[in-house]
C-alpha cells in the first residue's frame, strides 16, 4: 500500500504564563492544545529568555504522580535534585527523564544568573497500571544523543528511530519517536509515523516550515506547534492510501523543530496540577499520600 504525509489539522502559538516560583513561558500542549487530542502528551512547555528575571526563581520543591516527565535543554543550565537521592545538571543539548510514577519530590533551579534559559519540558501520560510503579531519573548529556547529519540538515534522534537510527532515551512507557530537526532553507525532509493512529506533531523553534502533503501543506513558524491529523484503522478503507508520515520543506531561512509522535492510551485523565490520574478519588489519594509523606 502507498503511503502519504499527514495533513496538519490545527496549528497554534502557546499563551504566556508563569509556572514554579515565576518562571515566565509558553504553555503549548495543556494551552491551546488540549492533551485529550495528543493522547499521550499531556504538556508542553517552551521556556526561552535572556532575562534572569523570568527564570531566576526557578522550581523550588514538589511532588508529582502518575506521569513522566522529558526536559530538552537548548540553552542555559538547570540543577535537578529529588527525595530520592537524585541530582544532576542539565546543561545545552541535554535530555533530563523523570519517572515520577507513584510520586516524587524534586525541584528544578537555574544555575546560573544571567545568559540565555531556552529548553522545553514534556509530560508524558502513564498507562493506569504503571502509574504506581517505582520513581526514577536520568539524565542524558549531549554526546550521547545519536544524530543523522547530511549536508543540508541535522537530525537528533533523541527517542524511537529514524533512517535506522535508535535514540539515545528508553524507559518512556509510551515508546514515542522524539526528533530534533534541523533543515537548511528550502530542505525536503520525511519522517516515517509508525502506526496508523499515532498521535503527532511539530513544535518550530527556529525559523519556519511548511508541512504536509504537497498541495496540502500548512506554514508552522517561530514558536507554533503544528498537530498532525490522525485516522485509525476504522476509519481507513482498504482503497484508501495510508497517511504514515510526515512531509516538510524548509523556509528560506531554515527551519529547526521537534516531531514527537506516540501512540494513545485512551484512558480517562483526572489532572490536579502535579498529579495525573484516571479517577477523582485517585487524585485525593495523591493529596493524601503527599500530606502524609509518603511520596
Known amino acids: 500500500m502507498s503511503s502519504v504525509s499527514r495533513k496538519v489539522a490545527n496549528v497554534a502559538k502557546g499563551y504566556k504564563t508563569k509556572d514554579g516560583a515565576g518562571v515566565s513561558l509558553l504553555r503549548v500542549i495543556g494551552g491551546p492544545i488540549s492533551s485529550k487530542s495528543v493522547d499521550p502528551f499531556l504538556m508542553l512547555d517552551a521556556f526561552k529568555s535572556e532575562n534572569p528575571n523570568d527564570y531566576i526563581a526557578g522550581f523550588p520543591s514538589h511532588p508529582h ?18 527525595n530520592k537521592g537524585n541530582k544532576g545538571l542539565l546543561k545545552p543539548g541535554m535530555v533530563q527523564v523523570m519517572n515520577a510514577a507513584r510520586g516524587i519530590i524534586h525541584s528544578e533551579m537555574p544555575k546560573q544568573v544571567e545568559g540565555k ?89 527556529e525559523g519556519e516550515g511548511k508541512f504536509g502533503p504537497e498541495g496540502y501543506e500548512k506554514v508552522v513558524g517561530d514558536q507554533q506547534i503544528g498537530v498532525l491529523e490522525n485516522k485509525d484503522r476504522v476509519t481507513i478503507n ?34 490536579h496540577g502535579p498529579f495525573v490520574m484516571n479517577t477523582q478519588k485517585e487524585i485525593q489519594q495523591a493529596f493524601f499520600d503527599y500530606q502524609m509523606g509518603r511520596f
Open 65 to 82: 504522580r502518575g506521569q513522566q516527565t522529558l526536559t530538552y535543554m537548548i540553552d542555559g543550565i538547570m540543577e535537578h535534585k529529588d
Open 117 to 205: 534559559m531556552f529548553g522545553f519540558q514534556f509530560w508524558l501520560n502513564l498507562a493506569a497500571v504503571d502509574k504506581m510503579s517505582d520513581p526514577w531519573y536520568k539524565d542524558i548529556p549531549a554526546e550521547e544523543i545519536p544524530e543523522v547529519i547530511t549536508n543540508d540538515k541535522k537530525v537528533r534522534v533523541v527517542a524511537g528511530h529514524y533512517e535506522g537510527v535508535e535514540g539515545i532515551v528508553k524507559g518512556l512507557r509510551v515508546n514515542p519517536i522524539f526528533l530534533d530537526v534541523k533543515l537548511s532553507p528550502n530542505t525536503k525532509f520525511s519522517v516515517d509515523i509508525p502506526d496508523f493512529d499515532h498521535n503527532s506533531f511539530v513544535y518550530v523553534f
Open 238 to 271: 482498504d482503497n484508501e492510501i495510508t497517511p504514515n508520515k510526515l512531509d516538510a520543506v524548509a523556509g528560506e531561512n531554515g527551519v529547526r523543530f521537534l516531531f514527537l509522535s506516540a501512540k494513545p492510551l485512551r484512558e480517562p485523565i483526572v489532572q
